[in-house]
């Protein structure tokens, strides 16, 4: 699955974005996806994730009731909706695809084979 990230962009704190992801390849709505990101000087850190079907999503305690994770299977697109944006969020955000296909949410690197280029994200005060 190859993976290309868009709507990154400059906001104030309390903004929104969206965060689209479009992905190429034959198993892309069989497998679960994420979103991680990466604040300069910081490791990269999970965001959020969502199974295959959309039925299951997974957020990090940082954004949870903020961020909302979600998919078009037909489109093969991957979607990150950020509301209430803090510095805190300014981060190069990646999508990700999981490493096997099937059921399950995850939120360690090591469970996503294919990533994008990122996007950059940045929040003013």
């Known amino acids: 699955v190859e993976l290309v990230e868009s709507g990154g962009g400059l906001v104030q704190t309390g903004d929104s974005l969206r965060l689209s992801c479009a992905a190429s390849?034959?198993?892309?709505?069989?497998?679960?996806m994420g979103w991680f990101r990466q604040a300069p000087g910081k490791d990269r850190e999970f965001v959020a994730s969502?199974?295959?079907?959309?039925?299951?999503?997974h957020y990090s305690d940082s954004v949870k009731g903020r961020f909302t994770i979600s998919r078009d299977n037909p489109q093969k697109t991957v979607y990150l909706q950020m509301v209430s944006l803090l510095p805190d969020d300014t981060a190069v955000y990646y999508c990700?695809?999981?490493?096997?296909?099937?059921?399950?949410?995850?939120?360690?690197?090591?469970?996503?084979?294919?990533w994008g280029q990122g996007t950059q994200v940045t929040v003013s005060s």
């Open positions: 990700a695809g999981a490493a096997r296909v099937g059921a399950g949410v995850f939120d360690a690197m090591s469970d996503f084979i294919s």
């Open positions: 969502i199974s295959w079907n959309g039925g299951s999503t």
């Open positions: 390849g034959p198993t892309f709505s069989a497998r679960a």
